[in-house]
T-cell receptor
């Protein structure tokens, strides 16, 4: 158990819909990262938040957004969903930056029908 | 553009048959290289961090090494429970993100 929690574990929805994924970091970690993992793309970095502020951005679509709240939990919002958004979404946390060890949560499996 | 390439894509071993996984990278100034293990449907589990060429780290049957262009994950006398996908990732001198390779799927048969 990494100490990072993610909810829900599974999510099934339809094209065009909007969903919210939630992540709670390990106690003491200030950074939260979001990743997308699909069969053909591997593990892709989406975005990082540090202590409530956006710190780094990867290949995140404009339809996706994230935020980190004062209690340090984070949410990833996915809107106007397409079939291709079906994937595993992982959250990771670290003490501070990307050079610190990132501990991954169990993931949310999103299926868009 | 930063790139991480892992080989082979898949590796089948008999229990006790030692081997190595390769991670070659092209980055603008390596700041750190990470190895993770991932079981199907689960989140990656941290194994090692290497920061400079010549560095080595060991944990049970696993040993990671780093050169200026690649890293190796050596598996000595593997057991079936070592079966997993092994992921390599790098942080470049921009420092902002982990760039992952596609992984090596290791299968160890008894």
């Amino acid at each position: 158990d990494s100490g990072v929690t993610q909810t829900p574990k599974h999510l099934i929805t339809a094209t065009g819909q909007r969903v919210t994924l939630r992540c709670s970091p390990r106690s003491g970690d200030l950074s939260v990262y979001w990743y997308q993992q699909s069969l053909d793309q591997g593990l892709q970095f989406l975005i990082q938040y540090y202590n409530g502020e956006e710190r780094a951005k990867g290949n995140i679509l404009e339809r996706f957004s994230a935020q980190q709240f004062p209690d340090l939990h984070s949410e990833l919002n996915l809107s106007s969903l397409e079939l291709g958004d079906s994937a595993l979404y992982f959250c990771a946390s670290s003490v501070e930056g990307a050079l610190d060890t990132q501990y991954f949560g169990p993931g949310t499996r999103l299926t868009v029908l | 553009e930063d790139q991480v390439t892992q080989s082979p894509e898949a590796l089948r071993l008999q229990e006790g048959e030692s081997s190595s996984l390769n991670c070659s990278y092209t980055v603008s100034g390596l700041r750190g290289l990470f190895w993770y293990r991932q079981d199907p449907g689960k989140g990656p589990e941290f194994l090692f961090t290497l920061y400079s060429a010549g560095e080595e780290k060991e944990k049970e049957r696993l040993k990671a090494t780093l050169t200026k262009k690649e890293s190796f994950l050596h598996i000595t006398a593997p057991k079936p429970e070592d079966s997993a996908t092994y992921l390599c990732a790098v942080v470049d001198n921009q420092g902002g993100k982990l760039i992952f390779g596609q992984g090596t799927e290791l299968s160890v048969k008894p």
